[in-house]
């Protein structure tokens, strides 16, 4: 059964850099018929999406975090990695780890459980 | 502000039926059949239950059901049972760079 688990700083000072591993484990990352997605959740607020990866290497971001985005997938180790700059406190939140099922019409069929990151000085 | 527009919370009893609506444009739950809904308890990872409008995932049980009526979607739990209580969060695919848009998310007590 595919497993996805985050890791990553948990706490961080405005300006520095986002950085979160995703690891996959009970299949390739490579599998075809998926792509791979941030979704986060601010403290009190909705979902989020921060951006999906094809296995391709092509990368589609949320608009308003595009400029500091960057999402990468490393087929050697089975992982995916996020990298958010320059963050601040309104990135805040529970960031998870998600496999999107292009077969299921882009549904996020498997989360991981998320880790929490607080950006605060 | 999200851009689907989910009711804050929704209640029931136990066996009786909640319904959540969640309102989008022509430009995500108008424009494809690509909704799905996230069942989410605190703590734990949001689960898929319902994708592509009215599809349900293995294991999902069939107390969930999903429609669609031109830019609003729906979501029925039918015989609510007590751990049914959870935060619902209604998704569409918004085409091209958008990716996905989500509701805020609606809290479901089961009373």
């Known amino acids: 059964q595919l497993q996805l688990q985050e890791s990553g700083a948990g706490l961080l000072r405005p300006s520095q850099t986002l950085s979160l591993t995703c690891t996959v484990s009970?299949?390739?990352?490579?599998?075809?018929?998926?792509?791979w997605s941030w979704i986060r959740q601010p403290r009190g607020e909705g979902l989020e999406w921060v951006g999906y990866?094809?296995?391709?290497?092509?990368?589609y971001y949320n608009p308003s975090l595009k400029s500091r985005v960057i999402l990468s997938i490393d087929k050697s180790n089975n992982q995916m990695a996020l990298k958010l700059t320059s963050a601040t406190a309104a990135d805040t939140g529970v960031y998870y780890c998600?496999?999107?099922?292009?077969?299921?019409?882009?549904?996020?069929?498997?989360w991981g459980q998320g880790t929490m990151v607080t950006v605060s000085s | 502000q999200s851009a689907l527009t989910q009711p804050p919370s929704a209640s029931g009893s136990p066996g009786q039926s909640v319904t959540i609506s969640c309102a989008g444009t022509?430009?995500?739950?108008?424009?494809?059949?690509?909704v799905s809904w996230y069942q989410h308890h605190p703590g734990k990872a949001p689960k898929l239950i319902i994708y592509?409008?009215?599809k349900r995932p293995s294991g999902v049980p069939a107390r969930f059901s999903g429609s669609k009526s031109g830019n609003a979607a729906s979501l029925t739990v039918s015989g609510l049972q007590a751990e049914d209580e959870a935060d619902y969060y209604c998704?569409?695919?918004?085409?091209?760079?958008?990716?996905?848009?989500f509701g805020a998310g609606t809290r479901v007590t089961v009373l």
């Open positions: 998600v496999r999107v099922n292009l077969h299921m019409g882009r549904a996020l069929d498997i």
């Open positions: 009970g299949g390739p990352i490579t599998s075809g018929g998926y792509s």
């Open positions: 990866i094809y296995q391709s290497g092509t990368t």
């Open positions: 022509s430009s995500d739950i108008g424009g494809y059949d690509y």
């Open positions: 592509e409008v009215t």
């Open positions: 998704s569409s695919y918004a085409g091209g760079i958008n990716f996905a848009v």
